[in-house]
């Protein structure tokens, strides 16, 4: 197994993709804006990152693996790796793919930096609910750097109406049955980790398919499953978007009955970063109906998947749960104290709701209404909120019911390089109490 620390002494800088190093550097400083290393040159930061390496005992450098993989293009790629691969395709349950593309299709660059952002952004818009699509690039980005490059097959994602598969070359590291509880990370390609982790895409904690497995719990998905193919030497996830049907005993309907509080507290235990209003909506489902689920158990089960107004139709939902959302902004404050936790650890991360007025909440309202808008249509609304004060991170995630990540990642550090938005504390980028400003100056220019 080749490692990612690899030094390529025969392939410099003129081997790499400068668009993709560019789009790397600005989610880099977007991240990390007051980073020293925003002000290295090229081939100094790409060292410091670990795409670059020096042999210190002849002094020659080149590109390392790991920054083969992140900045070059398939065919510089392949003549070190001749089988590695990359491709998402899509269909509607029939034979034909309705949406295909590969690293070799010569379009765009092949590497796996950009390969994770095409399908981070096909994703987001196909999947309404912001915590799916968090899962779902949650995946992604573990089968990117926990592939085995010099294995056969390539990395493979497939859609289907029903399913997700994901599909890499390389058998894990840790036991099978571990995978979605282990809390210990074993890495196959540090480097990759590396590079990934400095935009805060990734940790190294191997808590990510720990969180997607609760998540799906939530949302009364089949439980995620991994097969390995040993003989073929791949790994495979598959994610089912269909609800779990089982037989429920008398002894399991008394305890549902006797215990519908404890279930509350349940889904709060889990990751708070993930309780959004979706998963609020369940819970209320739960104790509003207590008598009749308890009553028709599997019937309400099964409810979730074919009512027109289950948690899965995008455009019926938000509209459809207008009593909880919209009809009283306090009232929604109130029940909702603990929405959009940015990292779910402690209470300084809750939004203080007497920040939220009636008018901020109407700006906003398109945003929750429509959980697909145009970047331009919600960076508009990103604007015209700052207009009115300075926002927390996690104060936008609460208005726009969006995650924290997919606010930052998608809108506000394109707004911040684009100079229509400052920092509150522009040298203190960790500050605990750093907002996003509007900036004047962009409009007297």
């Not at 590969?102 to 095409?118: C, R």
């Not at 269909?242 to 008394?254: G, N």
């Not at 028709?296 to 998947?305: A, D, G, Q």
């Not at 700052?386 to 208005?399: D, G, I, Q, R, S």
Request: hydrophobic share 30%; proline share 4%.
């Amino acid at each position: 197994m080749l490692q990612d620390n690899l030094i390529l002494e025969h392939y410099g800088l003129n081997e790499l993709n400068f668009d993709t190093i560019k789009s790397y550097r600005d989610r880099f400083a977007e991240v990390k804006p007051a980073h020293p290393w925003n002000a290295l040159e090229t081939k100094e930061f790409l060292y410091k990152v670990g795409a670059w390496g020096k042999v210190r005992d002849t002094h020659k450098e080149g590109v390392t693996l790991a920054g083969l993989l992140l900045f070059s293009e398939e065919r510089i790629i392949t003549e070190v790796l001749p089988q590695y691969f990359l491709e998402y395709r899509e269909s509607k349950g029939n034979e034909e793919w309705t949406e295909r593309f590969t690293s070799q299709d010569g379009t765009w660059s092949g590497n796996i930096f950009d390969f994770y952002f095409h399908i981070h952004e096909i994703v987001r818009n196909s999947e309404p609910q912001p915590s799916i699509a968090s899962s779902l690039t949650e995946v992604l980005i573990n089968m990117l750097i926990h592939a085995d490059y010099n294995g056969e097959g390539g990395v493979i994602l497939e859609k289907q109406p029903s399913h997700y598969v994901f599909s890499n070359p390389g058998l894990l590291l840790v036991p099978t049955d571990s995978v979605f509880s282990n809390t210990v990370s074993q890495l196959r390609n540090p480097n990759i980790v590396k590079l990934f982790s400095l935009l805060g895409l990734c940790e190294r904690s191997g808590s990510g398919l720990k969180k997607v497995k609760q998540n799906w719990s939530l949302h009364h998905y089949k439980t995620p499953a991994i097969d390995q193919d040993v003989s073929m030497h791949r790994t495979v996830v598959m994610l089912s978007l269909s609800t779990q049907e089982r037989q429920v005993s008398s002894s399991e309907k008394d305890t549902y009955n006797t215990s519908i509080d404890d279930l509350g507290n349940n889904f709060k235990d889990v990751e708070k970063y993930q309780n959004t209003p979706e998963n609020d909506v369940e819970i209320d489902s739960y104790n509003k109906n207590e008598h009749s689920y308890n009553k028709e158990l599997i019937e309400e089960l099964k409810s979730y998947n074919n009512d027109v107004n289950s948690l899965n139709k995008e455009d019926n939902y938000y509209n459809n749960e207008s009593d909880l959302y919209n009809n009283d902004v306090n009232s929604y404050n109130n029940n909702h104290n603990s929405y959009n936790n940015e990292q779910g650890e402690n209470s300084s991360n809750l939004v203080n709701v007497e920040n939220i007025d009636t008018k901020l909440w109407d700006i906003a309202a398109l945003a929750r209404e429509k959980k697909r808008l145009s970047p331009n249509q919600m960076e508009h609304i990103i604007l015209e909120l700052c207009k009115e004060k300075p926002l927390m991170l996690k104060e936008f995630a609460y208005l726009l019911e969006r995650t924290p990540d997919g606010v930052r990642n998608n809108y506000l550090t394109k707004l911040l390089r684009k100079g229509q938005l400052q920092l509150k504390y522009p040298n203190q980028p960790n500050h605990p109490k750093q907002a996003y400003l509007f900036n004047k100056k962009d409009i007297e220019k």
